[in-house]
């Protein structure tokens, strides 16, 4: 289940309300140049572009403003809850482009470089320091040996973490303004990741996740 969540204006940045969307079209580095790779061990990797994604402002005023926003209701603890984040979806079953064309680009674009078929876009949108995502893995694992995906980070950049599902250290990423992280290898079999709390955001953080196999 899921309600329908109507957000207030401020949320969409006064940049996106003044621009023609035309002129500075938001774009991708399809080069890719400057990926750096982190071997998190034998068989896992993250790539890191920082602002792969140009114009993410407008990018993400388009995007608050487009997407059918809704809060998704998880039960903890025996108890049915609201997800402390908004999310969107789409994939090409749906049979609509994607929400805007800059999205076509980067779902293309990174099919090519990482030889798989994104065929899904996820979106979340944490509209404070108290919305965020518990640790966790993505389910493409249940289907691929080693399933990649992509983030594309918007906004106000938030901590990003990974760490082994054993247990042990995280390692960390400020994510926002067009970043984008990819995670490899054996990352949703061996590693878990969350956008943790704050205590302090400087503002909202939108992530836009390319998926792969989740058409349906
Ligand atoms: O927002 C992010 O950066 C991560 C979101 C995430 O892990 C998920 O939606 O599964």
């Not at 403003?65 to 809850?81: I, S, T």
């Not at 990974?162 to 970043?179: A, C, E, M, N, V």
Request: hydrophobic share 40%; aromatic share 10%.
């Amino acid at each position: 289940m899921s309600t329908v969540a109507s957000l207030p204006a401020a949320f969409v940045p006064a940049s996106y309300q003044a621009s023609l969307f035309g002129i500075d079209d938001p774009w991708v580095d399809t080069s890719f140049t400057g990926v750096e790779r982190t071997q998190l061990d034998a068989d896992s990797w993250v790539d890191l572009m920082p602002r792969w994604m140009q114009g993410s402002d407008l990018l993400f005023g388009e995007l608050v403003a487009r997407l059918r926003w809704a809060q998704r209701e998880v039960v903890m603890f025996d108890q049915l809850m609201l997800e402390p984040r908004l999310t969107a979806w789409w994939s090409i079953g749906s049979k609509s482009d994607e929400p805007v064309p800059v999205l076509g680009v980067a779902r293309r674009a990174l099919s090519e470089r990482y030889h798989r078929p994104f065929d899904a876009i996820g979106f979340n949108l944490y509209r404070d320091g108290r919305d965020s995502v518990a640790w966790h893995a993505d389910r493409e694992r249940y289907e691929h040996e080693d399933p990649t995906v992509v983030i594309v980070s918007l906004g106000a950049p938030r901590p990003f973490q990974i760490r082994r599902k054993t247990g042990g250290p995280s390692q960390s990423w400020l994510l926002g303004h067009g970043d984008m992280l990819v995670m490899g290898g054996a990352c949703q079999h061996d590693w878990e990741h969350c956008v943790p709390k704050v205590a302090h955001a400087h503002g909202p953080r939108l992530s836009i996740m390319f998926r792969h196999h989740l058409a349906e």
